[in-house]
């Protein structure tokens, strides 16, 4: 009961928040849909909740309670030792035997069972759970509601950066941001999704926002802030959209030969990732993708997983990797839909891969004229989704894992492709204006 109760007050503060903080308060966006849509992400964190709780039993191998249960082992050291928790949480001085003997030894996921060059991501999800645990007494309930916040806070920025370009179609902007199943699920509890979706959104709105109303040093200490975020969270997802950003930046200071520019950099990206590694050594992008793609192999072999599809072969050279590259594209955008899998589950990423495509499709047959399409936005959009479908094809073989890592890219795509579109040359809004 007190979990249930607990869990209710935080939800009538949140939506206390959404009707009087000025952060919610925009043109086209009203308090009623705004309170909607996060009781919808609770929802969705419920359900996330349940599917993990009732139909994936295995709470060792559960996204969410095991970073929740590994969070206690550090949140244990509040009491009596303080200093010990502020450490941990911060990641300052607590990389030491001290640490590793007390604490890490006793969490189930700290150590991965094959430690890369990349940042531990499962780090950041243990210390958010362990920040949670001073406001939730424990309760996963409480994390649920509070992972929602964080999320719909992120995607509500997601929504104040495009705004300005969806003059008259605010709320279909709110729909392709915050009604993706995908999005609606995986992005409303506490795990990886909703802390990315919540640094993106504030990140890129900053950004946006200085291209048009100029320099702030606010903004640059959010934009920072999300950065370094990102970085330690997922490491892929910032590059995958730094190139379309820099660009994008790039054509708002200098208007004009926005093709030429976007092309550019993305070139120049590409060839700075080949060669990091005369920069930082033992730092190879091909290679560090290549294990990733063997190492998510062996764990689905290991783990006999029932949505695995075997890629083609794979080899650390850039001829391989760009042969690769269009099974990368076709198993992340059509994979869940071609390899379905059994259960409501599977049934459901095909569906919205019908209705995601079906979508973009529609938005390129009725598409606006041309000059009148707002590029560079349009460019960031693809050059996030496309980059970003590489590397999960790159290194997914599961079907259920794709469904799930491309939960970033789907808004960015609906995003773009609304953008290319003319709204009036839909049939059915010609019906309904005659």
């Known amino acids: ?35 909607a849509f996060f009781l919808l992400k609770v929802i969705g964190g419920l359900a996330l909740w349940w599917v993990y709780t009732y139909h994936y039993r295995d709470r060792g191998t559960a996204d969410l309670y095991k970073y929740f249960d590994d969070s206690a082992v550090m949140f244990s050291a509040l009491p009596d030792r303080p200093m010990d928790y502020v450490r941990m949480l911060l990641g300052v001085g607590n990389d030491s035997p001290y640490f590793t003997d007390h604490y890490y ?48 806070i992120g995607l509500f920025a997601l929504w104040k950066a495009f705004a300005p ?26 795990v990886k999704e909703s802390l990315l979706f919540f640094a993106v959104g504030l990140l890129l ?35 995958s959209m730094l190139p379309g950003l820099v660009a994008l930046i790039w054509c708002a200071w200098r208007p004009g030969r926005t093709f030429f520019r976007f092309g550019l950099v993305l070139v120049l990206f590409l060839v700075a990732a080949l060669n990091i590694h005369h920069l930082v050594p033992g730092f190879n992008m091909l290679e560090v993708l290549f294990w990733k793609h063997r190492d998510f ?21 850039a001829d391989s990797f760009i042969r ?7 198993i992340t955008f059509l994979g869940p ?15 919205e891969t019908v209705v995601f495509l079906l979508f973009i499709v529609l938005c390129l047959v009725w598409h606006r004229p041309w000059p009148l399409i707002g590029k560079a936005q349009v460019l960031f959009c693809l050059s996030f989704v496309l980059l970003l479908a590489l590397v999960i094809g790159y290194t997914t073989p599961v079907m259920g894992a794709i469904v799930r890592y491309r939960t970033p890219l789907l808004p960015f795509a609906l995003i773009g492709a609304a953008l290319v579109t003319d709204p009036s040359r839909w ?8």
């Open 324 to 330: 690769f590259a269009p099974y990368a594209l076709y």
């Open 427 to 434: 049939p059915f809004i010609r019906n309904h204006r005659s």
């Open 105 to 152: 030894m006793h969490m189930n996921n700290w150590f991965r069972q094959y430690e890369g060059n990349l940042y531990n991501d499962s780090h950041t999800l243990i210390r958010l759970n362990a920040f949670l645990r001073l406001f939730s007494a424990g309760h996963m309930h409480v994390h649920t509601v509070m992972a929602a916040f964080i999320s719909f």
């Open 165 to 190: 370009w969806f003059g008259g179609r605010e709320r279909l902007l709110a729909l392709l941001l915050f009604l993706p199943p995908s999005v609606l699920f995986w992005a409303s509890g506490p």
């Open 297 to 317: 192999i062996g764990l689905a072999d290991l783990m006999n997983s029932g949505s695995y599809v075997a890629p083609p072969p794979l080899q650390p050279t």
């Open 337 to 351: 839909l071609v390899h379905l899998s059994g259960g409501a589950a599977g049934l459901l990423a095909g569906m």
């Open 205 to 239: 709105w900053q950004v946006f926002s200085m291209l048009q109303h100029g320099f702030r040093a606010r903004g640059m200490v959010i934009i920072a802030g999300c950065g370094v975020l990102l970085f330690y969270l997922k490491f892929y997802v910032l590059m």
């Open 1 to 35: 009961m007190s979990a249930v109760l607990l869990s209710l007050g935080y939800l009538f503060l949140f939506l206390l928040s959404i009707r009087k903080l000025r952060f919610f308060r925009a043109e086209g966006a009203s308090v009623t849909m705004l309170s």
